[in-house]
C-alpha cells in the first residue's frame, strides 16, 4: 500500500513530517493541495476515512483567523465544510498521513513511528 501524505510544500510541519519520513527511508508520495489540485470527491474520501469533517479543519492557522465571523459561523456540516476547504486548501489540517483506510493527522514522530510500523 503507497503511502500519502497531503499538505501544502511550504508548510513547516509539512517539511518537519517529511523529513522524518525521509530519514526513516519510507517511501510515500506528495500530494500538495495547491500544485495538484483538490476535488470535491477527493475530499469526501478524506473525510470519510479520517471519520468526521471537524478535524480536518484547521482554526488555528492565519487561514482561519482571516475569515469573517459569518464564514466560520455557516460550516455546520460536511457540505459546508467541503466547500470552505476546497474554495481554502489552507485551511486542512496537516500533514494528512493516509495508507489505505488509516490516517494521521498531525506530526509527531512516535505517532510517525507508530503509523508506519503498522501494517495495513
Known sequence: M???MYGIKNC???KKARRWLE????AYQFHNYR???LEQSQLTALIRLV??????????GTTW?????????AVTDAESACALLLAHPALIKRPLL???????LGFNA???HAFTAEKE
Open 12 to 14: 513547516d510541519t509539512i
Open 51 to 60: 471519520g468526521d469533517w471537524q478535524p480536518l479543519i484547521n482554526t488555528r
Open 110 to 112: 512516535e505517532s510517525y
Open 2 to 4: 503507497t503511502l500519502m
Open 35 to 37: 500544485a495538484d489540485g
Open 98 to 104: 493516509v495508507s489505505g483506510e488509516r490516517t494521521l
Open 23 to 26: 530519514e526513516h527511508q519510507i
Open 65 to 73: 483567523s482571516q475569515l469573517s465571523d459569518a464564514q466560520r459561523a
